[in-house]
């Protein structure tokens, strides 16, 4: 069983910001939460606010579409081209998908290949998320709630991924379609 991280990892880009500028073209009143998350943002950057707080703000444009997994369905239609070649290529049914993403901005892809998702769970109305964003040290604990310890491969675009890191027997950097060892690209930092 190998765990991919999603954004920048096997899709190249945000797929929430990609999500975001989609919804934008779709409902122009998206535009309306940019000043209270910028206010957010800057309540972020200073500690003030935490990660779920933020991104509950950030989501909170889901609330202008009635039927969000639909959109979430036609996004998809328009965006599966930015799937990487190398996770097309190696794609197998045992793999999860553990992101920090919406569950159910996710869903269509994960369901589409046959793939177990796990991300972060947020009322599709209102866009607040329900716990914990799927990040970092959550990740890990989401992945032990599903009596998953190990893994043999782990991908991620990112150093943050690291708890993911120390429960796989091999693990990687991907740079656009370039897959590095965990530990060479880590010496870079060093």
């Not at 309306?32 to 800057?42: E, T, V, W």
């Not at 109305?125 to 990040?135: D, M, R, V």
């Not at 893994?151 to 429960?167: G, N």
Request: proline share 2%; charged share 35%; glycine share 4%.
């Amino acid at each position: 069983m190998n765990i991919y991280d999603f954004d920048n990892t096997i899709y190249d880009g945000d797929s929430s910001v990609d999500f975001f500028k989609y919804c934008i073209g779709k409902d122009k009143r998206c535009l309306f939460i940019l000043p209270k998350f910028a206010l957010m943002s800057f309540l972020y950057f200073i500690k003030i606010a935490n990660k779920e707080q933020l991104k509950s703000c950030f989501f909170s444009f889901i609330k202008y579409f009635s039927d969000i997994d639909k959109m979430a369905l036609n996004f998809w239609k328009h965006k599966k081209y930015k799937l990487k070649e190398f996770y097309i290529k190696c794609m197998n049914k045992n793999d999860i998908i553990v992101s920090a993403s919406p569950y159910f901005l996710l869903e269509c892809v994960a369901q589409k290949y046959g793939i177990k998702l796990i991300a972060t769970e947020m009322n599709k109305k209102t866009g607040k998320i329900k716990g914990k964003n799927c990040h970092g040290n959550e990740k890990v604990r989401r992945l032990k709630k599903e009596n998953i310890y190990e893994c043999e491969e782990f991908y991620s675009d990112s150093l943050s991924d690291e708890p993911l890191s120390k429960i796989a027997k091999k693990a990687y950097i991907v740079k656009k379609e370039k897959i590095i060892p965990w530990d060479e690209y880590k010496k870079q930092f060093k």
